[in-house]
T-cell receptor
Framework: GAVVSQHPSRVICKSGTSVKIECRSL??????MFWYRQFPKQSLMLMAT?????????EQGVEKDKFLINHASLTLSTLTVTSAHPEDSSFYIC???????????FGQGTRLTVV | DAKTTQPNSMESNEEEPVHLPCNHS???????IHWYRQLPSQGPEYVIH???SNVNNRMASLAIAEDRKSSTLILHRATLRDAAVYYC?????????????FGKGTKLSVKP
């Protein structure tokens, strides 16, 4: 199989602080990982594409200085929400692809609540 | 990216088959048809994908129209655990690293 693990599953933070979310491919090497955000009752919105060893590619309207993405190894990508505000509260989901498989594998998601 | 159109919601009875339609009239020759589903408060889960021929796996079947402008995901016997939002997505097969662009999907409700 191909497993993607996301941590933490839930986090509550104070407004103005930063939060880091980890996304790991447990049993395969993922050259590309993707970060999505999902607001209640809405679909997933792609935020950025993360390639190992290079800068992430952000979708239009996503602030790269606010959502820092690091993909330091073939099994780990991190998303840091800097200076979080209540409007950043959302469900953040990562996915990874394998070169030999057509489908994408998703993490279980991280519920971020900024108070 | 080529767009897909799905009904907002569907209902099914437990243990009955479910046919989830998807229209993709602007599909290109290199687009694969992917289906994912998302259970409440979870990340999406891969269901099935295909290019031209019908496909079967342990989760579902995928029936693809001859002109490829539509497809149908078939759950042979719906269970309560199949209640989820089902997304039909086109993905260019020329690159295995292409991202997935999610539409609104179909929310499937399963009644006992």
């Amino acid at each position: 199989g191909a497993v993607v693990s996301q941590h933490p599953s839930r986090v509550i933070c104070k407004s103005g602080t930063s939060v880091k979310i980890e996304c790991r491919s447990l049993d395969f090497q993922a050259t590309t990982m993707f970060w999505y955000r999902q607001f209640p009752k809405q679909s997933l919105m792609l935020m950025a594409t993360s390639n190992e060893g290079s800068k992430a590619t952000y979708e239009q309207g996503v602030e790269k200085d606010k959502f820092l993405i690091n993909h330091a190894s073939l099994t780990l990508s991190t998303l840091t929400v800097t200076s979080a505000h209540p409007e950043d509260s959302s469900f953040y989901i990562c996915s990874a692809t394998r070169g030999d498989r057509a489908e994408a594998f998703f993490g279980q998601g991280t519920r971020l609540t900024v108070v | 990216d080529a767009k897909t159109t799905q009904p907002n919601s569907m209902e099914s009875n437990e243990e009955e088959p479910v046919h989830l339609p998807c229209n993709h009239s602007t599909i290109s020759g290199t687009d694969y048809i992917h289906w994912y589903r998302q259970l409440p408060s979870q990340g999406p889960e891969y269901v099935i994908h295909g290019l031209t021929s019908n496909v079967n796996n342990r989760m579902a079947s995928l029936a693809i129209a001859e002109d490829r402008k539509s497809s149908t995901l078939i759950l042979h016997r719906a269970t309560l655990r199949d209640a989820a939002v089902y997304y039909c997505i086109l993905r260019d097969g020329r690159g295995s690293q292409g991202n997935l662009i999610f539409g609104k999907g179909t929310k499937l409700s399963v009644k006992p």
